[in-house]
């Protein structure tokens, strides 16, 4: 095959690997099969273009005609002359296309469904992306410029979530990048000439380049250490699994979309995101009259699925000439007259809150909330206002709105929807589910008789089963995300707010998850100021006659600003005399640490930021058994360098202290002795005290001159370093005993050398600045510079042993040669 035909291959094939990662834009694959077919023709057309040698500056032309045929093919608008051919009708349907695109991003979270207009934009893109590779990395042989085009097709979901992205799809589409620049490599070298070795010996086509390996070897290395880094080291990245929904981004802006599959910078993840970050950061400023304002809310999720909430793409009539309408009906679907003893005034000034979702007070007022921006719209169904195109940021309104009361008797007495109701089918709908849901909703209603007892019961079970609050979320074994969280019992306000939602729906009654604040921190009178950290998430529960009514399931006592009114007070306080209202008697009791009403059950303990005391996720001992462990493995681990070290030191000791005292006269180190035996044992016993006489220089930073004997060694170390007599006989003993050890054909049987090694160790220690003498004990260099070069050689032999495994499996399999051995025969 011709090499530049193998190349232009070779480039279609890491441009869709670049495409990798736009599989978190999308559920299903339709785009991937499109794009394929966008890059096959392309890659076909440039091939065929330079087979009849076409000039270069032609070459991208005839690609992207190439491209707008096979694009009018998979994106009719009907009227093309034989499908393939455009007319001006395709063109306005592209355009069509590129403003449904346009909409489809302002108002979907990722991931998305097919949408025709982005298949479109997703396939021309990868397919223009595929013209610029060939045209760069074939015609013009600039391979690693066309990784520029590459790198643009990875950055769009980065840009739209850098949490979307997994380092698989990286290493797949560095791994086709890679790819591209060998295969340029390997033909620009077929191009040269004939290879040879440094010793002049021809290589084979089919045979290895040494240097070819070795960057190879480099680039593979680069690219796990770029994989694994991020994975591996504590604070390169800011994702945190929780039990339902995505990992958590800490993207600004709020999509529409919560808890879907994979990760998405959506209402889950922001919310999530905003509330984990480090610093507080105000969002809002609120005014208002209302002497116990209710929760400022902004967006709501109703679509379930079996990976959680997920939001509809709201709908609805501009406001820029005031609210049209009001959200409360009677038992009869007949609008409700506001009291207007409840009606009140809000201004609210918002600052960094970079959305879409303009955050307003439940039940606002017609005719009031005037922008000036037709932009802004209102959603009547789900009760929020939203805009395309605009951002709530410094964004300063005035509104009114009726503060609903809802007593427990009223709730108690409302009826069931009609199970032909569009809101009763729509907003009861739950996935497939497994036993746990259904028996947690049995086991909590079985005493309830209506739907105010069935809610109230589901609530009571959060804080009767030991759940707590904490930030950080616990991974579970169940591959259904609600099972984790009612298992594992740990989360935050998301985790509740869904969980409680899907009970109210398994017992059949409409419930949706509702975001917004709490009322934050008082700054003034009638004055509320929040931050990121009182964003919030919770239950709405829809009462026939009533409306979307709030319940809160999340332990109120880290939550800032937590609202309870009287229908759902805060089963984790204590009750006082008269706070308990009309009605709360009937909520039943759902496990035996309680009995009566409402504020019986006690108060529970909370353990510091992490979330509350308990059985459910941990209690103080467990943490104090686990952090014990962690932190002596960690101490062990620091310790092994030393202890390695005064293992060697010890066993050198020992060996040399055998040296029987009475083998030497006194006055006379050294004796000459004739038995091979005894020399040889007395060579090793003198290296081991003479190594761990270098080691105790190394450790202790003293230089250490390779070249030069023994005895010039220890007499340079005796006399420049002023270690005291003791300490300068020492080293000139271990000088003479390790050079005879070396070089005399008999070598002397030595005092015990030990105590001349311990002493130079002592003059060292005195004589070294603290810091030196610590790291000669804890971390001696001696050991870790032993360590690091057993190391390189070990991972040398891999590298060469997989290298020699890889070269056979070339050399018995190489498709090239033989097809050569068969061409030659034919």
């Known amino acids: 095959m011709n090499q530049r035909r193998h190349l232009a291959i070779i480039a279609a094939i890491a441009t869709l690997l670049a495409a990798a990662p736009i599989k978190s834009l999308y559920t299903q694959w339709t785009w991937a099969i499109d794009s394929f077919i966008a890059v096959a023709a392309v890659c076909a057309t440039a091939i065929a273009a330079r087979a009849l040698r076409a000039p270069s500056w032609a070459q991208p032309l005839i690609t992207l005609v190439a491209l707008l045929l096979i694009v009018t093919w998979l994106f009719p608008s009907g009227n093309e002359f034989g499908r393939l051919i455009p007319s001006a009708d395709t063109f306005t349907n592209f355009r069509a296309l590129i403003d449904s695109a346009a909409d489809d991003m302002r108002n979907l979270g990722i991931p998305v469904y097919d949408r025709k207009g982005l298949l479109f934009l997703t396939t021309a893109g990868i397919g223009l992306v595929a013209v610029v590779v060939d045209f760069v990395a074939v015609t013009l042989r600039r391979p690693a410029v066309a990784g520029l085009p590459m790198l643009a097709v990875y950055a769009v979901p980065v840009a739209i979530s850098s949490d979307a992205i997994s380092f698989v799809a990286f290493a797949v589409g560095a791994i086709g990048y890679l790819w591209l620049l060998a295969t340029d490599s390997v033909d620009r070298v077929r191009m040269f000439g004939r290879r040879f070795t440094g010793d002049g010996r021809g290589v084979d086509m089919w045979e290895p380049s040494p240097l070819a390996a070795i960057g190879r070897r480099t680039a593979v290395i680069g690219v796990l250490a770029a994989v694994i880094l991020p994975v591996a080291v504590p604070g390169l990245t800011h994702s945190l699994v929780g039990p339902i929904g995505p990992p958590i981004a800490n993207g600004g802006g709020l999509g529409n979309c919560f808890g879907c599959s994979g990760t998405s910078v959506n209402l889950f993840a922001a919310l999530s995101g905003q509330i984990n970050s480090e610093k507080p950061v105000t969002l809002a400023t609120v005014r208002t009259d209302a002497a116990h304002p209710p929760y400022l809310r902004f967006a709501t999720a109703d679509q379930l699925g079996n990976k959680g909430f997920a939001a509809t793409t709201p709908q609805g009539q501009q406001v820029s000439q005031g ?28 600052s960094g809150f970079d959305s879409r979702f303009l955050p307003v007070f439940m039940a606002p007022r017609s005719g009031t909330l005037q922008l000036n921006n037709d932009s802004w719209r209102y959603d009547s169904g789900q009760q929020i206002i939203f805009s395309p195109t605009s951002t709530a940021q410094n964004l300063s309104y005035t509104f009114q709105f009726d503060q609903q009361e809802f007593s427990p008797t009223e709730l108690a007495k409302a009826e069931r929807l009609p199970d032909a109701n569009p809101l009763q089918r729509d907003e009861t709908l739950v996935p497939s589910h497994p036993k746990l849901v259904q028996q947690i909703v049995d086991s909590a209603t079985k005493s309830t008789s209506n739907e105010y007892e069935t809610v109230r019961a589901l609530v009571a079970y959060f804080y009767n089963n030991h759940f707590t609050y904490a930030l950080s979320t616990k991974a579970g074994t169940s591959s259904s995300d609600i099972v984790n969280f009612l298992t594992n019992k740990q989360g935050y306000c998301v985790q509740y707010a869904a969980a409680l939602a899907w009970l109210v729906r398994e017992a059949h009654y409409p419930a949706r998850v509702a975001f917004g604040f709490t009322n934050g921190v008082q700054i003034q009178p009638n004055v509320y100021q929040m931050t990121n950290k009182n964003l919030h998430a919770w239950t709405e529960v829809y009462f026939q006659g009533y409306g979307w009514v709030p319940f809160d399931a999340t332990p109120p006592a880290q939550i800032t600003g937590s609202v309870h009114p009287q229908w759902d007070p805060n089963l984790a306080a204590p009750s006082t005399g008269g706070s308990q209202q009309p009605g709360d008697d009937v909520i039943p009791t759902i496990s035996g640490s309680a009995s009566g009403g409402l504020g019986a059950r006690p108060e529970p303990s909370f353990n510091g930021p992490g979330g509350v005391g308990g059985g459910g996720g941990g209690s103080d001992s467990g943490l104090l058994m686990w ?125 015990p050398l030990h105590e001349a090694v311990r002493a130079i160790r002592r003059a060292l220690g005195r004589r070294v600045s603290f810091r030196t003498r610590f790291r000669a004990e804890f971390l001696p260099p001696s050991v870790i510079n032993r360590w690091s070069a057993a190391t390189s050689n070990r991972l040398g032999r891999i590298v060469a042993g997989v290298s020699a495994i890889r070269d056979s499996v070339l050399r018995a399999v190489n498709l090239r040669r033989l097809f050569r051995r068969r061409a030659t025969t034919s």
């Open 323 to 350: 609210l049209p309408n009001l959200p409360f009906t009677d038992n009869a679907g007949q609008p409700i007259n506001p009291d207007p003893t409840a009606l009140h005034t809000a201004n609210i000034k918002m």
């Open 627 to 751: 952090t014990i462990i962690g932190a002596a493995v960690v101490l062990a681990l620091l310790l092994t360098p030393a202890m390695a070290r005064v293992l060697t030191r010890n066993r050198r000791a020992v060996a040399d202290r055998r040296v029987s005292a009475d083998s030497a006269a006194p006055g006379e180190p050294f004796v000459v002795v004739d038995s091979d035996s005894t020399s040889a044992t007395t060579r090793g016993r003198v290296h081991a005290a003479w190594d761990e006489f270098i080691d105790t220089l190394v450790d202790y930073q003293i230089h250490v001159d390779p070249t030069e004997t023994p005895r010039a060694a220890a007499t340079r170390i005796a006399e420049t370093l002023d270690l005291g007599p003791e300490a300068a006989d020492g080293a000139r003993l271990l000088g003479m005993a390790e050079e005879r050890a070396r070089y005399a054909r008999r070598p002397g049987v030595s005092q």
